[in-house]
């Protein structure tokens, strides 16, 4: 990844923010069919993606964001209004040219939060989990047991020190972990929620800026 994207991409700036407060999570998922374009246009269209995340953490609209290593990325939007999120990204030129598919969950921290940065920051390098609820599973009559025991099994990795912000997505099911460095793949092997086949994971790797999430 070309270092003048990943420093664009991953600007983070803000006025403000609430621990307390739900905001809205957008994943910029990969998009295996998108449609091939010639390096000009590619490079317009994130030149004016990269402005316009710019112009949108200006306006406070836009809280955090950050590219996966592989494809894709991230923004964390300053509202929970679902409708008024997607008028805010609807501005972006890389949204507008459909090059990644949308998703827009609701954003609750439990531990850690979200933090504006300002102009200067230091780059770093995350392990990002993302649980989703299986959708076979979430009707049955031991889903709340499970999920109790999942999130039980979370606090305690907390206790561990190298979470850096944890965080479910409502009524939606599901939420992420991010860790400071490398994991273990038992720990989610040992999961509760991950060994009776409740919620499902995906593993990449998160470049934003440190402090984003609050940590120190």
Not at 122 to 134: A, K, P
């Amino acid at each position: 990844m070309k270092p003048f994207f990943v420093f664009f991409f991953c600007l983070i700036l803000g006025s403000g923010y609430g621990q307390t407060k739900n905001y809205t999570i957008v994943f910029l998922n990969k998009k295996s069919d998108a449609m091939q374009m010639s390096q000009e246009d590619t490079k317009k269209i994130m030149d004016g993606h990269m402005a316009n995340m710019g112009q949108l953490a200006k306006e406070g609209k836009l809280l955090a964001a950050g590219p996966f290593d592989g494809g894709g990325g991230l923004f964390i939007m300053n509202s929970s209004n679902e409708e008024e999120v997607k008028s805010w990204i609807s501005t972006d030129p890389g949204v507008q040219a459909q090059r990644w598919n949308i998703e827009i969950l609701p954003y609750e921290p439990r531990h850690g939060g979200v933090c504006p940065v300002g102009e200067k920051y230091e780059m770093t390098l995350y392990t990002f989990i993302r649980f989703n609820l299986s959708a076979e599973k979430s009707t049955t009559l031991n889903y709340s047991e499970t999920m109790e025991k999942h999130n039980n099994f979370t606090r305690e990795i907390i206790k561990g020190g190298k979470v850096i912000t944890e965080a479910g997505f409502g009524a939606n099911g599901g939420g992420i972990l991010v860790f400071n460095g490398e994991i273990d793949s038992s720990i989610l092997e040992s999961d509760p929620g991950v060994r009776e086949g409740l919620l499902e994971t995906q593993v990449k790797k998160l470049y934003i800026a440190k402090g984003s999430f609050c940590e120190k």
